[in-house]
């Protein structure tokens, strides 16, 4: 009987490391374009199917012998026939697909089902497109976007822009290019637990820094943990920033100063000074201008600008905020501020 011998694995050479690699790459490339190609087969399957719901009921006999039950009844049908995944809430987002998105080739096939059931419960088509171009630029899980669109990013992000800077973030997200397009006008921080009342600003930092994850999510892309409380020696005096990243788009420092209350005009002067160490003493040839937030619980807008008047263009007030706002308001804001700006614009150009 003859003895198994068994395989010998000469050493792995750089070659044969090589082609362990290229199949790797090959394979994992075919299971990606697959995986994406079913689930982009999917969307389409279920936009076209959408489609078929609106028509019947469009054409009358859905009203006069099927009415309101339509779903209930294709519900039973469908999964008696086909099995799952026609329930009739799946169906009525098939339905929802389609009027949302009537032109098919305008679906994304970077979002999963999931990514789009997610979507189609905002209404606004300018908040909605937002969210699908960001989940195109970064890749965001359903968690991610849960998160973020449950904090009004959108909104808060739109706050702090004109009308055309609004209708560019709808169009292509928050397309990172100048210190303006990482700020926020408010920054929410819902998920630190910690109460409205009864906490230090120690703690409040020592929590962003056990959070940093989500943290980072909150600040948005770009950010890298640099250090916290980082000393800046100036004249023999220690002074101390809260938190510094370094943004690796904008290729620069951005320091962030935790306040517990309302933003005064000393915290300014002192960011200030923070931006004019950074610029003067830690830039590379190659780093941008550094750029300071001030992070407050309150700030008073007016006060603000007089404190910042004349003072580094890259140094902004901010609040934060320790629960999910609420997103009604903050469109009423945001719809307040677009018509006190064009009414200004209106009363300037009949000025003129």
Partial sequence: MLEKKEL????????????????S?????????????????LIQTYWLIGQYIVEF?????????????LLNFLQKDLTNLLGKGFSRSNLANMRLLYLK??????????????????????DDELERNFYIKEIENNN????????????GLFYRLALAKDKDE???????????QKPNDIIKSSYVLEFLNLPEQSYSESQLENELVKHLEEFLLELGRGFAFIGRQYRMTIDNDDH???????????????????????????????????????????????DNPPIGIVLGADKNDTAIEYATYGIDSNLFVSKYQLYLPDIKELKRTLED???????????TNKTI
Wanted: aromatic share 8%; glycine share 6%; hydrophobic share 40%.
């Fill in 337 to 347: 501020q677009l018509e006190k700006s064009q009414a200004k614009i209106e009363t």
């Fill in 25 to 41: 790459e090959v394979t994992s490339h075919a299971r990606g374009q697959i995986a994406k190609s079913i689930n982009t087969e």
């Fill in 101 to 122: 998105f009537p032109i098919v080739q305008t679906l994304s096939g970077q979002l999963s089902w999931s990514h789009y059931v997610e979507i189609l419960s905002v």
């Fill in 8 to 23: 010998q694995i000469p050493n792995r050479d750089e070659q044969y490391i090589n082609l362990i690699d290229k199949i």
């Fill in 166 to 176: 609004l209708l560019a973030l709808a169009k292509a997200g928050n397309d990172i």
């Fill in 140 to 151: 965001w899980s359903i968690r991610e976007l849960k998160r973020q669109k449950n904090s």
């Fill in 57 to 69: 009921e469009q054409n009358g006999k859905a009203n006069s012998a099927y009415g309101s039950k």
């Fill in 240 to 286: 101390f920033a809260d938190l510094v990243f370094y943004h690796v788009i904008l290729k620069c420092y951005v320091v962030i100063d935790l306040k517990l209350g309302k933003v005064k005009h000393q915290d300014v002067g002192q960011m200030n000074m923070y931006l004019g160490y950074f610029a003067l003493d830690k830039n590379n040839e190659d």
